[in-house]
């Protein structure tokens, strides 16, 4: 596990030899995000990623990357207008969703369709990940951070769960043996990139697509209405600029980026 050899930590106590680790597999780790081909964004709701990592996906679309969302849930319930009814926000999400991905070039949107506010970690959902997951491919899986200090919705916890098993579980060829039959093979994610984590590892230099992924946030029309827009993108901006701070750049996207390894029995994940 570790990529210091022992003999060079022997001489340590534990708590120094905790951090030298630490330290030397955040450096070997680097920027994955520089060499990924094909990035699958799981999210819980319509417009997740474009807030939290909008920058970070427009930067991939311009260099090529492949890019893909799955969205867990309908995002039915995201109103307080007690005459949008359910039904008819879901279909206005998905368009506005649509229009937001055309902004930041993600042209390949995947539906799950759970209800808003329902959903939970289940075999069914896991295993449909998994089945996407081998279709596509994916070097790294974007999802929200499970373990966010007091996150209470269950769908942000659901989804960041759901899609650290399945990418966990999408190399092992007797899980989900029905891809194979249906001709999928097991796939290998590299790594897992959570964002609202408290706990950064890696800071993308978006500075040059702030004006793009605010205008990917506008398209969720739905969930701005009146001046609430304005003061939303505001505090976006000032928090991208906290974050650029921590790079040297003007605007940053921070990540909690770990090895789809260590999200099993790695004492250290906590700290990388
Ligand atoms: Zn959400």
């Known amino acids: 596990m570790s990529v210091i050899p022992y003999e060079s930590l022997e001489r340590l106590s534990w708590d120094e030899a905790y951090d030298a680790i630490v330290e030397a597999r955040r450096r070997a780790m680097g920027n994955v995000f520089e060499g990924a081909r094909r990035v699958l964004c ?64 993600v042209d390949r949107l995947i539906w799950m369709n759970y209800r808003d506010s329902e959903l939970s970690v289940s075999l069914e959902a896991r295993g449909k990940l998994i089945t996407i997951i081998r279709e596509f491919k994916p070097d790294i899986v974007v999802t929200v951070d499970p373990w966010l200090t007091y996150e209470v919705h269950p769908d942000h916890i659901a989804t960041g769960i759901l899609a650290a098993e399945a990418s966990m579980f999408s190399g092992l060829v007797h899980i989900n043996p029905q891809d194979l039959r249906s001709g999928l093979t097991p796939h290998r994610v590299k790594f897992i990139a959570f964002y609202w984590s408290r706990k950064p590892n890696t800071y993308v230099d978006v500075s040059r697509y702030v004006d793009v992924k605010l205008e990917a946030i506008s398209a969720h029309r739905s969930q701005f209405p009146g001046e609430n827009l304005d003061r939303f993108l505001e505090t976006i901006k000032a928090y991208m600029k906290f974050m650029g701070k921590r790079l040297g750049v003007e605007y940053a996207e921070p990540f909690k980026i770990l090895p789809v390894g260590s999200l099993h029995c790695d004492i250290f994940a906590e700290d990388i």
């Open 42 to 105: 799981v999210q819980p709701h319509p417009d997740d990623t474009e807030i939290a990592v909008g920058g970070t996906v427009a930067w991939m679309r311009g260099r090529g990357v492949e890019v893909a969302y799955v969205t867990m849930t309908d995002g039915c319930m995201g109103t307080s207008d007690p005459m949008l009814y359910p039904e008819k926000l879901a279909e206005v999400r998905k368009r506005e969703q649509e229009e937001a991905a055309k902004i930041l070039g």
